[in-house]
């Protein structure tokens, strides 16, 4: 069993920035790959980015390219979402999540066995 906490969502204005923190605790946090996803109102939850395991590749939506980075730090258990260039439409509730069985960034939530609660990112124009 994996529990995962966010933080770090808030209030930003347009073109400002976040960053994004998900500590995990209950097993070895570096064997997972891990994923930020994010839902908006009224809409399906998606993939924002992930990194992986193993060689920590990533990989990121293409709403998300070259404003967002994803990193993690396995002694602090931890997976960061820096975001840069905030817009309007980046206004969602972010969620962690984590993969045991892929060595690999899949994009489907199905992928996906443990997830936080969320953490509210508001970007006002």
């Known amino acids: 069993q994996v529990q995962l906490v966010e933080s770090g969502g808030g209030l930003m204005q347009a073109g400002g920035s976040l960053k994004l923190s998900c500590v995990a605790s209950?097993?070895?946090?570096?064997?997972?790959?891990m994923g930020w996803f994010r839902q908006a109102p009224g809409k399906e939850r998606e993939f924002v980015a992930g990194?992986?395991?193993?060689?920590?590749?990533?990989t990121f939506a293409d709403s998300v390219k070259g404003r967002f980075t994803i990193y993690r730090d396995n002694a602090k258990n931890t997976v960061y979402l820096q975001m840069n260039s905030l817009r309007p439409e980046d206004t969602a509730i972010y969620y962690c999540?984590?993969?045991?069985?892929?060595?690999?960034?899949?994009?489907?939530?199905?992928?996906?066995?443990?997830w936080g609660q969320g953490t509210q990112v508001t970007v006002s124009s």
């Open positions: 209950g097993r070895t946090f570096s064997g997972y790959t």
């Open positions: 990194i992986a395991w193993s060689a920590g590749r990533t």
């Open positions: 999540a984590a993969d045991s069985k892929r060595s690999w960034v899949s994009q489907s939530i199905l992928s996906y066995e443990y």
